[in-house]
């Protein structure tokens, strides 16, 4: 029953309500005229998607790796994208779905397209930090950003499935979700991908094993190149094979391990350190947010730094840098030589840490 064209799948709602191609028209430019402003953004979407004279959605990303960039999108290979997702996650039609995300970005963009397509019944709420407060029934599926997740987590087990992505989910927050009866997954995508092309499940945790690769959707398949950058082949979304910037161990064509960016690693003593995964080391030390970067140094070349966005605390300074001397998981170059407090990170428009735009400043 599910639709391969532009058209509206006959199952698909909106917060309990039928729309055909028609109906749907009334509905977006009601939002545009009266919505709420993330109501416009939604409008503005949907007026896209529904008009036939583009075969192309015009999407930009939110520049957490670098300035942001504008992306026209194939309609037909988004709707492509949805269905592997219906397939992957087990949420054909009928399925019940929250939308919690912005319609700015890709991610709050292709639950609609996936609501339209596999004939979601979807209900739309502001998308704020603490989205599920307000929420008293349950749902089948539901995507969030990590800090979404995050104060959210009394109130996870309305949700069935959850997709978690557009940033890393710490140590810390998969502790969290533990022993709860959602299923979590972390995606692994971005907006040339069209959201997500790969996924990992992040509860239960598997007792003394190593934790879960990243698993590739239908029709997508993986490699690394000389550099050890993830390459990804998916006919159905991508024109040709997209080389990325991420470090990944690939275990077969389906399934990789995420290490980090290529352009944040930093080389210290000729020793190659990934950010990302001295961060992960971190987590547990630190209630703040932090970030690792690395800075000019006469002999090492580059040296490993912490940055911390909080007030100036010489206690907290103490004991973090007696913890960090001891710790065994941290190896010799990966221990930050020094540790800045700063008062506010530079942020993406979607509330991300901009870390090249917060280090520019920083020594400017």
């Not at 292709?110 to 709420?125: K, N, Q, S």
């Not at 109130?155 to 022993?179: D, M, P, T």
């Not at 932090?290 to 966005?309: K, T």
């Not at 907290?316 to 065994?328: A, E, M, P, R």
Request: glycine share 6%.
């Amino acid at each position: 029953m599910t639709t391969h064209s532009l058209g509206i799948h006959p199952l698909f709602k909106i917060n309990g309500n039928h729309f055909n191609k028609t109906e749907l028209y009334s509905v977006a430019y009601s939002y545009i005229k009266e919505g709420e402003p993330f109501e416009e953004k939604i409008g503005g979407f949907l007026l896209d998607w529904l008009n036939d004279d583009y075969d192309s959605i015009k999407v930009q990303t939110s520049g957490s790796t670098g300035e942001p960039k504008t992306y026209f999108l194939d309609k037909q290979k988004m709707i492509n994208s949805a269905l592997a997702t219906g397939k992957f996650f087990k949420v054909q039609e009928d399925t019940t779905a929250l939308l919690c995300l912005p319609a700015d970005y890709i991610g709050g963009r292709m639950m609609l397209v996936r609501a339209m397509i596999l004939g979601w019944d979807l209900d739309i709420i502001e998308p704020k930090s603490n989205p599920l407060d307000e929420v008293f029934k349950t749902y089948d599926f539901c995507a969030m950003t990590p800090f979404q997740m995050d104060n959210s987590l009394g109130r996870l087990h309305l949700i069935k499935k959850l997709i978690v992505g557009g940033g890393a989910v710490s140590e810390n927050l998969i502790g969290s979700i533990q022993g709860i009866p959602t299923k979590v997954y972390e995606v692994y995508g971005m907006t040339e991908t069209i959201s997500h092309i790969a996924a990992r499940k992040l509860n239960p945790t598997k007792d003394n094993k190593e934790k879960r690769p990243f698993k590739a959707l239908p029709n997508v398949s993986v490699s690394q190149n000389e550099n050890n950058c993830l390459v990804i082949k998916a006919p159905k979304i991508l024109e040709k094979e997209l080389v990325t910037n991420d470090i990944v161990e690939v275990l077969t064509y389906k399934k990789f391990f995420w290490k980090g960016r290529l352009d944040n690693i930093i080389n210290t003593g000729g020793v190659k350190i990934f950010p990302e995964t001295v961060e992960k080391k971190l987590q547990k030390l630190i209630t703040h947010r932090f970030y690792i970067a690395g800075l000019p140094h006469d002999s090492l070349g580059e040296q490993v730094v912490l940055f911390i966005e909080a007030p100036e605390n010489e206690k907290f300074l103490s004991d973090l840098k007696h913890t960090i001397v001891k710790l065994k998981s941290l190896g010799k170059y990966e221990k930050p030589k020094h540790i800045y407090f700063v008062e506010k990170f530079e942020e993406t428009d979607s509330g991300k840490i901009h870390r090249k735009k917060t280090l520019s400043k920083l020594i400017s």
